[in-house]
């Protein structure tokens, strides 16, 4: 019960203040833990990746099973607000909702979806802009807000923060290029493990929020994706906003061949941006 608490106010929290200015964020203590790592002794084997995330897992996981002992020393009052402002850090919606809003009111909306898409954004239309801001925020949904708060709710801190552990080991490492083909995989499967559950969840949910008849027509599309859990979470916005996501993009320089996902419109326009927003 008290991991039920410590889910509502710490999603309640990040809602109402986002990320603090006054404190380092975590995931960038963890983020220097993996390029700590990497400079020292990265080799493009699997084995040396591996070795990166049993080293990341093993010291993220002693310090969050240690801050969880020691907040036990207090009342549980205060331990379940202390827990959820530290479980709030961990949670990304009010950032997330803020970054794609802003790609609506700039002016040079390229730049501003530049910042939240691997993409190449140089030739993009704006109805492209906007169909990239509404996949990067349904997929983000899943691993900024619905996975991070379903591992709390599960294992308290120490499931939250080994979760983003994975995630921001996958988010730097888990890439499909040159340098981390090798290194990256086993990142990039744990984190595919890790999300299985969580996507299939944000899907179910956008679908019921939509008040969609059949819950789970994500399904059938949301398979084609190249990633195992990305393309639910889009698929049901897609269905959501009655349009078509995915389709050809270019990556590096490279037109990279994407399934679509969901049926409608193809013509994606700020309305349609705002709709999704608005799905709270």
Known sequence: MSNLFIAIFAYLIDKKFGEFSFIKHPVIVIGELISFFEKKFYNNSITRGCLLVVFVLSVVSVLAVSLTLYLQFFSPFLNIVLSSFIASMFIAHKMLRDSVFKVLHVKNKKEAIAQLVSRDTKDMSESDVYKAAI??????????????????????????????????????????????????????????????????????????????????????????????????????????????????????????????????????????????????
């Open 135 to 280: 996949e990067t925020y349904a997929e983000n949904l899943s691993d900024g807000v619905v996975a991070p708060l379903f591992y709390l709710l599960l294992f308290n801190l120490p499931g939250i923060i080994i979760y983003k552990a994975i995630n921001t080991m996958d988010s730097m490492v888990g890439y499909r290029n040159e340098k981390y083909e090798k290194f990256g995989k086993c990142a990039a499967k744990l984190d595919d493990i890790a999300n299985y559950i969580p996507s299939r969840i944000t899907a179910v949910l956008i679908m019921l929020l939509a008040r969609q008849k059949n819950i789970f027509a994500f399904y059938e599309d949301g398979k084609k994706h190249e990633s195992p859990n990305a393309g639910h979470p889009i698929t049901a916005m897609a269905l959501a906003l009655h349009v078509r996501l995915g389709g050809d993009t270019f990556y590096f320089g490279t037109l990279k061949h994407k399934a679509h996902f969901g049926t409608g419109k193809e013509e994606i326009d700020k309305k349609d941006v705002q709709n999704a927003l608005n799905l709270l």
